[in-house]
Structure formats: C-alpha cells, structure tokens
C-alpha cells in the first residue's frame, strides 16, 4: 500500500485527527486537501512525508 493511500485511510478514519496527521506528516491542512485530490504529490511533499517517517523519498510509493 503506497504511503498516500495509508495517509488518505487514515485520515478517513472516523477517530483520526486531520490536524495531527498533518502535524506527523509536516503538511498544513490545505496541502493535505490538495493530495486528497492529486494524482502525485508534489516533491517538497514527498520529501517531508518521507522525513516525518524516517526514509529516504525514492522509497515512497507516490
């Protein structure tokens, strides 16, 4: 499962916190709505996804 689809599962959660998700992963509210709606994200997304999880941005699957 590619981060984006884990992030986007987890967001649709009825107990998550959009707020928090977006803390954890370093994006602000309305970048997380874009990526709801992108087919890939930007690459200053990626790479702060790919930090707030401790790998390197290649090994994300977006």
């Given at each position: ?51 707030a999880l ?9």
């Open positions: 499962m590619s981060i984006r689809r884990e992030f986007v599962l987890l967001a649709e959660h009825p107990q998550s916190n959009i707020r928090e998700l977006c803390r954890r992963y370093g994006i602000s509210q309305p970048a997380y709505a874009q990526q709801e709606q992108a087919t890939r994200p930007r690459k200053a997304t990626r790479e702060k996804i790919a930090s401790g790998i390197a941005p290649q090994l994300l699957d977006l």
